[in-house]
């Protein structure tokens, strides 16, 4: 269940990426102006709303390519390790792990910088899918030695 998951979290990062490629961040600002809105009439305040808006007013050409790079790219290299493992292809298994562990290694470097509590969440996320991975390449290898 958790790879099919990670497949379908590859996914949505694949189409994730391809909008923001074309996406300008004018359209982005523009579109979380009209959701934040009314919230900030409601309460200029909010929390959320007004960090989103001012992200949303900060988010540079050169930020916006890079996730847009990071999510494609990352969800293309996910994507091509579930199609793996869920054909049974024994390779599938350690590359994965060490995939995972560089995305792992390199979102808390990120989170380092960021303090994004989203690449926490992705990073706990991808360290469960690693051992369920684990878990299975050991009842796989033991099905298959002699």
């Given at each position: 269940?958790?790879?099919?998951?990670?497949?379908?979290?590859?996914?949505?990062e694949?189409?994730g990426?391809?909008?923001?490629?074309?996406?300008?961040?004018?359209?982005?600002?523009?579109?979380?102006?009209?959701?934040?809105?009314?919230?900030?009439?409601?309460?200029?305040?909010?929390?959320?709303?007004?960090?989103?808006s001012?992200?949303a007013?900060?988010?540079?050409v050169?930020?916006?390519?890079?996730?847009?790079?990071?999510?494609?790219?990352?969800?293309?290299?996910?994507?091509?390790?579930?199609?793996?493992?869920?054909?049974?292809?024994?390779?599938?298994?350690?590359?994965?792990?060490?995939?995972?562990?560089?995305?792992?290694?390199?979102?808390?470097?990120?989170?380092?910088?960021?303090?994004?509590?989203?690449?926490?969440?992705?990073?706990?996320?991808?360290?469960?899918?690693?051992?369920?991975?684990?878990q299975?390449w050991?009842?796989?290898?033991?099905?298959?030695?002699?």
């Amino acid at each position: 269940m958790s790879v099919w998951l990670k497949g379908a979290h590859a996914l949505i990062e694949c189409v994730g990426g391809v909008l923001l490629y074309l996406v300008t961040t004018e359209t982005i600002a523009s579109w979380v102006n009209m959701l934040t809105q009314e919230e900030l009439i409601e309460d200029p305040n909010d929390f959320i709303a007004s960090h989103l808006s001012r992200t949303a007013a900060e988010f540079s050409v050169a930020s916006k390519e890079f996730y847009a790079f990071y999510l494609l790219s990352h969800g293309l290299i996910k994507l091509f390790l579930v199609v793996g493992l869920l054909r049974g292809k024994l390779w599938s298994y350690p590359a994965s792990l060490v995939a995972l562990g560089a995305f792992m290694a390199y979102q808390i470097y990120r989170y380092s910088y960021t303090h994004s509590p989203g690449l926490l969440v992705l990073t706990i996320f991808d360290a469960v899918v690693m051992w369920l991975i684990w878990q299975e390449w050991k009842t796989v290898r033991h099905h298959i030695t002699p």
